[in-house]
């Protein structure tokens, strides 16, 4: 029992000093205006700071945010219980600040009430760093086939994930070695039941479809908000940071933290490293729905510049944006931290990608087979035929938990958003 007071002791303490910092940073900045966080409180006091503090320098729209004193957290969810409701409430009102002129609502608007469609919160503390989040248990590949139409060889694949790549990469080379064997001029993905997943997974699959050609052209860029890219968001100093492998690093003399990785542009571009001997598609052909999203849309992104990209099916979700896990006292906050751009500066599909051929999905469709509604329009186009468009949902569907309530709902997908376990830091 004296163990675990000693524990609860040393979070609410790391929570107190945390803000302390917070308070000297901005004393010594031109901010002093602005009301700081008190230094006393009770724990659910202090957690409801943290998260405000946190987003104040690490939420990738930090810069709609009011100040601490405006905001007042203590005051603003005093009446909230459980302590989990309140703390998901907060999230929820920091993510509708930013509004998006393009469609006149928040960036993340609510996916249903009081829940944003990307930042969440979670009870448990998570190993965090540059790991984070939950990802599908759906594994990465579940069928690939090639197939003939006409003079037209056709590579096709169906992902279900993007687990760690260490856990898919054998399966992968063995699968487009395979499909390399046939010389196809082009693929279809189908990433209709994939809600993302691990960011260096999709990258690998991307250099396994391109040419050679390609090597060193930009995939895509990973841009935090300016305070991260400037090196001041200097709360990140109280979350270690964790590599690929699970490992701490030192740095400095030091365990390094989340405040000693780069966040600049230059070092969160990553350009084409080809992989495999798939060396002869020149068309793409993704087949998606509203559970495409996440590391899946960046796949179809980063492609778009480069290849003749067509989307088949249903739009797709919708989230240009990734994060990793803040642990703040026994709760970890996924705050989105940083938007994809691909290699032609593009990063707009907030609100999903439309696609060019419309087509409504069965629940289990039969996966590779060339009748299939959605395979069977990819081959129609590419021989020149038209696939009569089918009124179909916006958005494919599932079962949900409502996070404030905990009860089932029948909503859109969400997948989990996009993990970057690649986090590098800085030059020493």
């Not at 693929?187 to 999709?202: M, P």
């Not at 991307?206 to 060193?216: D, K």
């Not at 740095?251 to 798939?278: C, I, P, Q, S």
């Not at 996070?403 to 909503?411: A, D, H, K, Y």
Request: hydrophobic residues 35%.
């Amino acid at each position: 029992m004296k163990k675990r007071k000693f524990g609860v002791s040393c979070l609410v303490l790391l929570i107190f000093m945390c803000l302390i910092a917070c308070k000297k940073e901005k004393s010594s900045s031109a901010e002093t205006d602005e009301i700081i966080s008190p230094t006393t409180g009770t724990r659910t006091q202090f957690t409801l700071d943290s998260i405000f503090l946190y987003a104040q320098q690490v939420y990738l729209w930090s810069d709609a945010l009011p100040n601490y004193g405006d905001f007042n957290p203590r005051q603003k969810y005093a009446n909230v219980s459980p302590d989990l409701t309140a703390f998901r409430k907060e999230l929820f009102d920091i993510s509708q600040f930013k509004i998006d002129k393009a469609t006149g609502s928040a960036y993340e608007f609510p996916i249903y009430t009081g829940s944003a469609k990307y930042s969440y919160l979670e009870a448990g503390r998570i190993n965090g760093g540059a790991t984070a989040g939950v990802i599908s248990s759906s594994p990465a590949l579940l069928t690939s086939t090639g197939l003939t139409s006409g003079d037209k060889n056709i590579a096709y694949l169906a992902l279900g994930a993007f687990p760690k790549l260490s856990r898919c990469q054998a399966i992968l080379d063995q699968t487009f070695t395979e499909l390399a064997a046939t010389n196809p001029k082009y693929i279809v993905v189908d990433l209709r039941s994939n809600t993302g997943g691990y960011v260096e997974t999709a990258e690998y699959i991307a250099n396994l479809i391109v040419p050679t050609s390609l090597n060193g052209k930009v995939m895509y860029t990973e841009m935090f908000n300016a305070k991260m890219q400037a090196g001041q968001a200097r709360i990140l100093k109280y979350q270690p940071y964790i590599d690929a492998a699970g490992k701490t690093v030192v740095y400095n003399g030091r365990n390094a933290t989340m405040a000693d990785v780069d966040y600049t542009e230059k070092g969160n571009t990553y350009h084409f490293n080809k992989k495999g001997n798939l060396t002869t598609i020149q068309g793409v052909y993704f087949i998606v729905s509203g559970k495409t999203a996440s590391a899946s849309e960046l796949l179809i992104s980063c492609l778009k510049p480069y290849f003749n990209v067509k989307l088949i099916g249903e739009k797709t979700y919708g989230k240009p944006v990734g994060f990793f896990a803040i642990n703040i006292d026994q709760y970890s906050v996924y705050l989105s931290s940083f938007l994809i751009r691909n290699g032609a500066g593009w990063s707009d599909y907030f609100t999903g990608m439309p696609v060019d051929i419309a087509v409504s999905s069965l629940a289990s469709p039969d996966l590779g087979n060339p009748e299939e509604s959605c395979l069977k329009a990819a081959i129609n186009d590419l021989n020149g035929l038209k696939t009569t468009a089918k009124a179909g949902l916006s958005h494919t569907t599932l079962m949900q938990v409502n996070p404030l309530s905990g009860t089932t709902t029948l909503e859109t997908a969400t997948g989990f958003g996009m993990q970057e376990n690649r986090l590098r830091l800085k030059n020493k």
